[in-house]
T-cell receptor, first 113, second 119 residues
């Protein structure tokens, strides 16, 4: 099956700093999503981005599908950005069982005040 | 936006009892839902695919008799952990992807998760 690798595994930032989180995947994908898992375990949708670039406030993401990687940018980090960031992909078409996600191992971000 | 609701968020049960976890899609119909399990400081691992009106599809190594899945309607899937033991203690999360229609992306949404502790 498809492999998803995220780097770095851990990241410590001072509040206000910028960071880049990377997701590499081993095969072509139909769907790529970035999630933030908060301390209570809830997975928050950040971006649906199988290709191209999107921005939402201090966060932006870019996926270069032909080179099989995606980047999540966090600017002016805040302590509330702390948590685990997951990249997840789907290979198959949009419907049914083919839409199951394969997750990377996650990146643990700690933002210190 | 699409919302998936999972209940309960936390449950403690005695060894040998069964626990049912509900997953509902609140504002869209989901013919397929997914159940994941997450151990501390690890990633999400897919357990099974829940199919509305038919049997669930289990991933390799997941005991179908231990983890019973029912998807009786387009908005509800349930996971029942039968005869629970301490090793079943974990964080269980469900997801549903919005069925594609023109102009809509196929995006997965997750429930709040259920933290199961078996004592």
């Amino acid at each position: 099956g498809i492999q998803v690798e995220q780097s770095p595994p851990d990241l410590i930032l001072q509040e206000g700093a910028n960071s880049t989180l990377r997701c590499n995947f081993s095969d072509s994908v139909n769907n790529l999503q970035w999630f933030h898992q908060n301390p209570w375990g809830q997975l928050i949708n950040l971006f649906y981005i199988p290709s191209g670039t999107k921005q939402n406030g201090r966060l932006s993401a870019t996926t270069v599908a032909t080179e099989r990687y995606s980047l999540l940018y966090i600017s002016s980090s805040q302590t509330t950005d702390s948590g685990v960031y997951f990249c997840a992909v789907t290979r198959g078409p949009y419907t049914g069982a083919n839409s199951k996600l394969t997750f990377g191992k996650g990146i643990t971000l700690s933002v210190r005040p | 936006g699409a919302v998936v609701s999972q209940h309960p968020s936390r449950v403690i049960c005695k060894s040998g009892t069964s626990v049912k976890i509900e997953c509902r899609s609140l504002d869209f119909q989901a013919t397929t839902m997914f159940w994941y399990r997450q151990f501390p400081k690890q990633s999400l691992m897919l357990m099974a695919t829940s199919n509305e009106g038919s049997k669930a599809t289990y991933e390799q190594g997941v005991e179908k008799d231990k983890f019973l899945i029912n998807h009786a309607s387009l908005t509800l899937s349930t996971l029942t952990v039968t005869s629970a033991h301490p090793e079943d203690s974990s964080f269980y999360i469900c997801s549903a992807s919005r069925a594609p229609r023109q102009g809509l992306q196929s995006e997965a949404f997750f429930g709040q998760g259920t933290r199961l502790t078996v004592v």
